[in-house]
């Protein structure tokens, strides 16, 4: 508990959600998307760049600026919300293993791991091979 709180303490320092943010506005409806799928935790939507032929992100609709600050301060259901939902939109976008060949889902965290959007979102790959892990 005691490690818990001062992890919680240090993350409160350092971070300061960016209401501002794309993905924040996206979730005000102030910004058009291509929506996917939406319910009580979690929005879906097409990546405006795609890099490949399916490209969605998926983000929670709390604030939370990367997987850290998520990890330590989401509710056990808004874990559980996010994790759902990445299974239930890569199937509605037919590349879950149930229905499709697989997919990559990833989280860019902090300045070295190239996160550009400051609210916690996956991308997910698919629709082809999706190639190298790391370039
Ligand atoms: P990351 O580098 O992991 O933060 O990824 C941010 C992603 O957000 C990039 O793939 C962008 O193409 C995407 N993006 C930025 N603005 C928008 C937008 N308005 N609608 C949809 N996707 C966006």
Redesign the pocket.
């Not at 910004?31 to 291509?34: E, L, N, R, V």
């Not at 791991?113 to 400051?118: A, D, K, L």
């Given at each position: 508990m005691y490690l818990v709180s001062l992890i919680k303490e240090k993350s409160e320092k350092l971070m300061t959600y960016d209401e501002n943010n794309?993905?924040a506005?996206?979730l005000k409806g102030e910004?058009?998307?291509?929506k996917i799928y939406e319910d009580k935790y979690i929005f879906s939507?097409?990546?405006?760049?795609?890099?490949k032929k399916i490209?969605a992100?998926v983000i929670p609709k709390g604030k939370y600026i990367d997987l850290d600050d998520f990890c330590i301060n989401a509710s056990a259901n808004e874990m559980v919300g996010l994790f759902k939902g990445i299974n239930i939109v890569a199937e509605m976008l037919g590349v879950s293993l149930k229905n499709g060949d697989g997919y990559r889902a990833?989280?860019?965290i902090g300045k070295n791991?190239?996160?550009?959007?400051?609210h916690l979102?996956f991308?997910i790959f698919g629709g082809e091979k999706i190639g190298k892990m790391v370039e």
């Open positions: 794309i993905f506005k996206i910004i058009p998307c291509k939507f097409h990546d405006i760049n795609p890099q490209h992100l990833l989280s860019n791991g190239g996160q550009e959007v400051p979102h991308h």
